[in-house]
């Protein structure tokens, strides 16, 4: 078993920055990945960014140049960088970890880009 807890999320004005962080229950050193993922209000829940052991970053094309996924093994954490925000990126966004066979996700932290 593995919980995720993440953080960081909140208000901010459009142009702006937030840095999320999803901190594991245990070692992430072995998870094939951990990548971050969004649901707006009424849409399907989507991909934005993840980072494999290797530290091979993948991104969704609405995200690049303007949001990093970094991962830190020795606190278990995994963080999601996010500037030039748009009010599109309004989200709750999610923390997933595959180890082996199995999905994780966390509880989810609101982001509001809003003036």
């Known amino acids: 078993q593995v919980q995720l807890v993440e953080s960081g999320g909140g208000l901010v004005q459009p142009g702006g920055s937030l840095r999320l962080s999803c901190a594991a229950s245990?070692?992430?050193?072995?998870?094939?990945?951990m990548g971050w993922y969004r649901q707006a209000p009424g849409k399907q829940r989507e991909f934005v960014a993840r980072?494999?052991?290797?530290?091979?970053?993948n991104y969704a094309d609405s995200v690049k140049g303007r949001f990093t996924i970094s991962r830190d093994n020795a606190k278990n954490t995994v963080y999601l960088q996010m500037n030039s925000l748009k009010p599109e990126d309004t989200a709750v966004y999610y923390c997933?970890?595959?180890?082996?066979?199995?999905?994780?996700w966390g509880q989810g932290t609101q982001v509001t880009v809003s003036s």
């Open positions: 997933k970890a595959v180890v082996g066979i199995y999905n994780y």
């Open positions: 980072i494999t052991t290797d530290g091979i970053t």
């Open positions: 245990r070692s992430i050193f072995s998870f094939i990945f």
